[in-house]
């Protein structure tokens, strides 16, 4: 079994940097070997390559080249440094220049590389095979004979026998070719520039502008349109004074200055078209009290009707004239109650009644818990006795009165807890407000459809669908909402052999991929009748039972069954009147046979017999199962 991550040691690499005017980048090429020497063959081989400082330290710029097709080139890979995805470039200057030893290069991560004028720079080559990343060790970047020159150059810092400064440059863009007739006379001009310049005789500011200067307030700034000379009020950091508006007007800018006006339907955008399709108010009636609106459909108009619901229960009459006539199931009398009496269940129905009085006299009154005054045998007074409490308030902003009541709901104890006080609440983040006050902050919840609001629960969005989009990964290749599996836990999925009916996927250890495979073995036929098996005639002469058996074992099969055998006469499998052996033996010397009838295998017959001798020779039919 191959193991599932591999070192490479060994990597023959080669490196070759192109020079012309417009190429595209910095070939590279190389062979990557395992360490049994076989070559790296991957179909999708993805690399990382790393520009360093000569010291290693300093990455200067990074690509990553994907997908690099192997499988044919044994281990050999020809790449070009700059035409892969730049995850990281020195000051994002165009790769040639992370070669210049001119200026100071950034580090990724976050040092700085100052190169000495005779630097090189190293390549360090990282590949990811499918199973594991695998990187080597920096090797140095050898420049072609055209680039040592460039060098040279740059560390004389000269062109021929001049210095930097003793040229004249374009920066930015091409400079044209100068005849010695043009370059004369750009000396002309440098040599007698003052006979270019002019003085003016009128040295004002009125005088330069050739006009009148109007005079402008405090705060307003001149400022021309093209021709003229205008006082216009400097905003930079000014306060301006609103128009003043009425109730329900809104601001609105009429091409010049902000105004005050009512808003209009033609304000809104698209609000016509909104309402085009709603029912205007006035194609309502104005209803009285009690009535409702009710649609007539054979005159397509709104009309009035009044509301005449019969009521039930305990309520009769209508909803405008209505009576309880019972409660809770109960009759309640038609008699009129008078003054002072009171509603009394008689058993039956509730009739008025009178709260009778009783008669009597009191002989005695005892003062009970609780209470002082007593034994009353004839005039007094019942007081409550007094407790323990301090008379006094319990309870302010910063504390909560606590109390013990006895058994006769007289106060026993009285005191107070101090609580902390919540002051200056505030919110994290835009999705909430907070309004302090001197007695409870108010927190809202900022409900809406914009950035930094939360939806409510009924927000339509909930409802939408939410397709994916963008390119798929992992195990899944183009983009979404249509992606293809590509991969099965990483390993690649090949079709190339195409698709069989009943056929399967396997994994090929040889590729490291999974392949699609047809459910039998070449020259062996897939039958589909109850299990599905695979069946093949071994020969097309007969041989006797223990020839037979060895025949199909060597093959990887085996004789038929008997449920084979006929699976394999319901299908065609096998001529009509074909007589094969099955697989039982009846004793130590005769075997069973099957003859395939024709006509009769429709109907599920079929001849079965017990030959004399086993030695007799019938065709042989090998059955095994599928994959």
């Known amino acids: 079994m191959k193991p599932k991550h591999v070192r490479y040691p060994l990597l023959i690499i080669s490196l070759l940097f192109a020079v012309a005017a417009k190429a595209d980048g910095y070939h590279v090429s190389g062979k990557i070997l395992r360490p049994d020497g076989t070559p790296v063959e991957s179909n999708a081989v993805s690399f990382n390559l790393e520009v360093l400082s000569p ?79 695998q990187s080597f060790s920096p090797q140095k970047l ?115 200055q902000w105004k005050a006006s009512s808003m209009a339907i033609t304000d809104i955008s698209n609000l016509n078209a909104e309402l085009s399709s709603k029912v205007n108010k006035a194609a309502f009636p104005s209803c009285s009290a009690g009535e409702t609106l009710h649609y007539n459909s054979v005159t397509d108009t709104w009309n009035c009707q009044a509301l005449s619901l019969a009521l039930a229960g305990d309520v009769t009459g209508t909803a405008s004239a209505n009576q309880v006539t019972r409660l809770r199931g109960v009759n309640i009398s038609a008699t009129a109650p008078t003054v002072n009496q009171v509603l009394r269940y008689n058993g039956t129905d509730w009739t008025p009644a009178t709260i009778p009085t009783g008669t009597g006299t009191v002989t005695s009154i005892a003062a009970g818990t609780g209470l002082s005054g007593g ?14 409490v301090t008379p006094g308030t319990y309870g302010s902003a910063t504390q909560i009165p606590s109390f013990s009541v006895d058994a006769q709901g007289r106060l026993t104890a009285a005191g ?37 609001t939360l939806a409510a629960g009924n927000d339509a969005r909930f409802t939408d669908a939410r397709t994916p989009a963008g390119a798929a990964g992992g195990d899944l290749s183009g983009t979404y909402p249509n992606p293809t599996i590509s991969k099965i836990q990483g390993k690649t999925v090949n079709v190339a052999a ?37 069946a093949k005639q071994q020969s097309v002469t007969g041989t006797n039972f223990a020839t037979s058996m060895t025949q199909c074992l060597n093959n990887g099969g085996k004789l038929c069954d008997l449920q084979e055998a006929v699976g394999m006469c319901q299908t065609g499998f096998i001529p009509s009147n074909t007589t094969l052996w099955i697989s039982q033996l009846a004793d130590n010397s005769s075997a069973h046979v099957i003859n395939c009838t024709s006509g009769s295998w429709s109907a599920g017959f079929y001849g079965f017999g017990v030959t004399v001798d086993g030695a007799n020779p019938i065709l042989p039919y090998c059955c095994k199962g599928r994959r």
Not at 84 to 109: H, I, M, Q
Not at 375 to 388: H, K, P, Q
């Open 142 to 256: 050898k420049a072609v004979p055209f680039a040592t020159e460039s060098k040279n150059a740059q560390s004389a810092a000269k062109l021929g026998e001049y210095s930097a400064t003793s040229l004249l440059r374009v920066d930015g863009g091409t400079a044209p070719a100068m005849s010695p007739a043009q370059m004369t006379a750009l000396l002309s001009v440098v040599a007698n520039y003052d006979q270019f310049l002019t003085a003016e005789n009128d040295p004002t500011v009125q005088g330069f502008a050739k006009s009148t200067l109007p005079t402008c307030a405090a705060g307003y700034t001149l400022t021309s349109n093209g021709t003229n000379l205008a006082c216009v009020q400097d905003q930079t950091g000014a306060t301006f004074t609103l128009p003043t508006g009425a109730n329900g007007q809104v601001l609105k800018h009429d091409g010049t």
């Open 375 to 388: 034994t009353i045998t004839s005039t007094g007074t019942i007081s409550l006795a007094n407790t323990s």
């Open 416 to 452: 107070g807890t101090t609580v902390n006080i919540i002051s200056g609440v505030t919110s994290a983040n835009a999705y909430i407000t907070v309004a302090n006050s001197s007695t409870a902050p108010v927190i809202t919840a900022n409900v809406g459809t914009a950035a930094n």
């Open 55 to 133: 010291d290693t330290t300093c990455v200067v710029y990074q690509e990553t080249i994907n997908n690099q097709d192997l499988s044919s080139s044994k281990g050999r890979f020809n790449l070009v440094l700059g035409s892969g995805t730049r995850v990281y470039s020195s000051g994002d200057v165009p790769l040639e220049k992370v070669f210049a030893n001119s200026a100071a290069l950034s580090c990724k991560g976050g040092a700085n590389y100052n190169p000495a004028s005779n630097d090189e720079r190293s390549l360090r080559i990282s590949f990811y095979d499918g199973s594991s990343w």
């Open 498 to 534: 195409g698709y069989f009916d009943g056929g399967s996927l396997i994994y090929d250890s040889a590729t490291s991929a999974w392949k699609t495979a047809a459910p039998c073995d070449s020259g062996w036929t897939l039958i589909n009748k109850g299990d599905p098996f695979c």
